[in-house]
């Protein structure tokens, strides 16, 4: 089992910038590749973006591509979405996601989930 605890969400202005935080307990963090999804209300959960378990390679959905970056440190097993430049198409509940597999994980989702931070952009 993998514990994920989000944290950093809140309300900001459209512009403005917010960094999520993704705390992983459990198995071992190095393990797994590390993901972040969100969910707007009335619509499905997208991918926003992805890294691997050595955080070599990213991937990120287009509409967050030059604003979004995610990072992760293994020694605090903790996994990061600095989000600037936000509007207010991207108020959702953000989820992290932990996988084995990194494909699995863009491309279908987690096999494990943190309970989601709201992230709230004003215009």
């Known amino acids: 089992q993998v514990q994920l605890v989000e944290s950093g969400g809140g309300l900001v202005q459209a512009g403005g910038s917010l960094r999520l935080s993704c705390a992983a307990s459990?198995?071992?963090?190095?393990?797994?590749?590390m993901g972040w999804f969100r969910q707007a209300p009335g619509k499905e959960r997208e991918f926003v973006a992805a890294?691997?378990?050595?955080?070599?390679?990213?991937d990120y959905a287009d509409s967050v591509k030059g604003r979004f970056t995610i990072s992760r440190d293994n020694a605090k097993n903790t996994v990061y979405l600095q989000m600037n430049s936000l509007k207010p198409e991207d108020t959702a509940v953000y989820y992290c996601?932990?996988?084995?597999?990194?494909?699995?994980?863009?491309?279908?989702?987690?096999?494990?989930w943190g309970q989601g931070t709201q992230v709230t952009v004003s215009s």
């Open positions: 459990g198995h071992t963090f190095n393990n797994y590749a």
């Open positions: 890294i691997t378990w050595s955080g070599s390679s990213t």
């Open positions: 996601a932990a996988a084995l597999e990194y494909r699995v994980l863009v491309t279908t989702g987690g096999d494990y």
